[in-house]
């Protein structure tokens, strides 16, 4: 294996990578400094982006009064999401009132602008469906980084797309006081676990990992991410294992789709078809 670059450690960063994890139970009653916050934050401002046009501001909510507020946005927000959203294994997020600090990560999106933009009727439409994409990787790198800095400094937190729904945004932009056409596209509860940090359901790396073209057997068919929905999502969102194999009821769970979660190749017969 090639040596690492004087300074630079493989291990090190993947000890932060795989214990970084979306914590929903903080210890109640704990503060960080500020010194911590702006370390984490720093972590944020690193992140890439699109032309380097940085279309993020990260509003760091400490005051506890104002965590309280934004706490009670979020009950808001999660009793729509049980209410309206179709099935989907929400947790209510009365954890929030443990957080040592909420960070708010609001995009601006008029930053787009700064991407390829078509000259023609046909490249405008193109460019400007692939400047919405632009424009939220880079703030899910934002985000990530974020993350990454909280695990960093022995933290750990969550990572909240809530604020991205209009009502809350809405909620959220008057409560902050940023402009309501920036977005809060992240929200980032930061606290202390309240358990051991442990894993998560991870495919496996040579099911995700493709040499040199795409592996036909590697494809994920729609009647598999249909079992996926029906079937395991919860369980895959908050068993604490990497391995579906290590569920003791995989078989139960998995039933005709366990090679197909367990394996390299979930489509042994490399049809491209849905
Ligand atoms: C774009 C994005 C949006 C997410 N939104 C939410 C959310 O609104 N609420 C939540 O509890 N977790 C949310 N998550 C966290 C995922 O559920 C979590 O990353 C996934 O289940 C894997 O678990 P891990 O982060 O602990 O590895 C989100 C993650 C991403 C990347």
Same mark, same amino acid.
């Given at each position: ?11 090190? @960063? ?6 970084? /994890?979306?914590? /929903? ?55 729509? &999401? ?10 209510? *997020? ?6 040592? %600090? ?33 424009? &939220? ?15 960093? =400094?022995?933290?750990?937190? %969550? ?12 909620? @959220? ?21 309240? *358990?051991?940090?442990?894993? /998560? ?16 057997? *590697? ?24 391995? =579906? ?26 049809? &491209?078809? /849905?």
């Amino acid at each position: 294996m090639n040596k690492p670059l004087a300074g630079l450690d493989y291990e090190a @960063l993947m000890n932060v990578v795989r214990r970084r /994890r979306s914590v /929903r139970a903080f210890e109640k009653g704990r503060r960080v400094g500020r010194d911590v916050l702006e370390k984490i934050v720093e972590c944020g401002r690193w992140a890439p982006s699109g032309a380097n046009a940085q279309p993020w501001d990260f509003i760091v909510v400490d005051e506890p009064g104002m965590k309280e507020k934004v706490f009670k946005v979020f009950m808001r927000q999660s009793q729509r &999401l049980i209410d309206h959203a179709k099935g989907f294994p929400a947790v209510k *997020k009365s954890y929030m009132a443990n957080t040592v %600090a909420i960070i708010v990560v609001v995009g601006d999106p008029r930053w787009k602008s700064c991407f390829p933009q078509g000259t023609s009727p046909e490249f405008v439409d193109e460019y400007a469906a692939n400047n919405e994409k632009i424009y &939220l990787v880079s703030l899910g790198a934002a985000i990530q980084n974020l993350q990454l800095g909280v695990t960093a =400094m022995g933290l750990t937190s %969550a990572w909240l797309s809530g604020g991205g729904e209009a009502t809350t945004n809405r909620d @959220l932009s008057e409560l902050l006081g940023y402009p309501p056409n920036l977005e809060a596209v992240g929200t980032i509860p930061v606290g202390y676990p309240q *358990k051991n940090v442990s894993l /998560r359901y991870r495919r496996p790396l040579a099911q995700v990992l493709h040499w040199n073209r795409y592996e036909p057997e *590697k494809f994920r068919r729609q009647a598999q991410i249909d079992y996926y929905l029906e079937n395991l999502r919860p369980f895959a969102m908050y068993r604490d294992v990497e391995r =579906m194999q290590e569920w003791e009821d995989t078989d139960e769970k998995l039933g005709p789709w366990k090679d197909a979660f367990t394996t390299a190749t979930p489509n042994p017969g490399g049809k &491209l078809d /849905r």
